[in-house]
């Protein structure tokens, strides 16, 4: 078992998931329960799926979760494009946000890297 708040990139990905809440309020009211929803359940499922891995019983089960949690880290980022290209946000918010979700993928692919070689 792991202690997940202990983990950077659990730690980073709540900070993340709090910018995408706080950055939804500056999109238009008729995208709250289209692209914005969405965004905001793709940023919460990736720290919740690394917690809850981490209570579970084997590396095996954590990494399944670290590969939900990679899997809405990466539906993050293409939603994070569409909403740019869609001019929902400008550039440098929807940058920053990728480079942050970008950040966190490569940090969870490797942390599952090591999980593999363990086992």
């Known amino acids: 078992?792991?202690?997940?708040e202990k983990l950077l990139f659990w730690?980073?990905?709540?900070?993340?998931?709090?910018?995408?809440?706080?950055i939804?309020?500056?999109i238009s009211s008729d995208e709250r329960f289209g692209l914005i929803s969405q965004m905001k359940r793709s940023a919460v499922s990736i720290p919740s799926n690394i917690a809850e891995g981490s209570g579970r019983n084997s590396e095996k089960e954590f990494n399944h979760f670290l590969a939900i949690?990679?899997?809405s880290a990466f539906e993050l980022?293409?939603?994070l494009i569409l909403s740019k290209e869609l001019e929902l946000l400008d550039d440098v918010s929807?940058?920053?946000?990728?480079?942050d979700v970008s950040e966190?993928?490569?940090m969870i692919y490797s942390f599952r890297n090591n999980l593999v070689k363990k086992s």
């Open 1 to 4: 078992m792991h202690n997940f």
């Open 11 to 22: 730690q980073k990905s709540i900070h993340l998931a709090k910018k995408i809440y706080l």
């Open 24 to 26: 939804s309020h500056k």
């Open 69 to 71: 949690a990679l899997g």
């Open 77 to 79: 980022q293409t939603q």
């Open 94 to 99: 929807a940058n920053d946000l990728i480079a």
């Open 104 to 106: 966190i993928q490569k």
